[in-house]
């Protein structure tokens, strides 16, 4: 988060101390609670597999954000192919392994703010140990892909924050 660029809420009208320039989903949209004790299933907070047959993994949509060196960013769940995300695994704490070309994959992430995000045509960048991958959306018209590929400014990071920050408390999105 940056400290300097506190926003004034557009939905609550609050001045917020500071405007935070990126969000993450704990899970894929179709883990469920239940799937939390079964042998099949597993979720850490960098790979999810859901009934020994779905795999996923976590990466970052990134955004520039017009005029300044940030970058704003969504920590999303894609998914791979069992091949893939065998691959991305077993490379997983292996120096060297952003050389590893990009995987394909689904987003599987409905981020709010948009039209649904769900689905869409990823490649997934492995980047060094430690750092997460770096997803790339296909370029297409969808808002969100647009956002990625052209940037965005400090006004629509507000108005994400606004939107976001109030999700939950039945306000526009």
Sequence with gaps: MTSDLGFICSCCGAQHPELPMNY????????EPAFADADDCLLSTDQCVVRGQYYFVKGL??????GSDEVFSWGVW????????????????????????PY???????LPVYPTTLNLKTHVHTRPVGERPFVELEPTDHPLAV??????GLERVREI????????DGKQQ
Excluded at 104 to 110: E, N, Q, R, S
Excluded at 161 to 168: D, E, K, N, P, T
């Design 147 to 152: 956002e990625q590929h052209t940037g965005i």
């Design 24 to 31: 993450t989903a704990e899970a894929p949209a179709v883990w």
């Design 104 to 110: 394909f994959g689904w987003l599987t992430t409905d």
């Design 78 to 101: 894609v998914s791979l192919s069992r091949e893939n995300f065998s691959r991305a695994s077993d490379l997983w704490d292996r120096p060297g392994r952003e050389a590893e070309k």
């Design 61 to 66: 949509i990134e955004i520039p954000v017009i």
């Design 161 to 168: 924050a606004s939107a976001v920050l109030h999700a939950g």
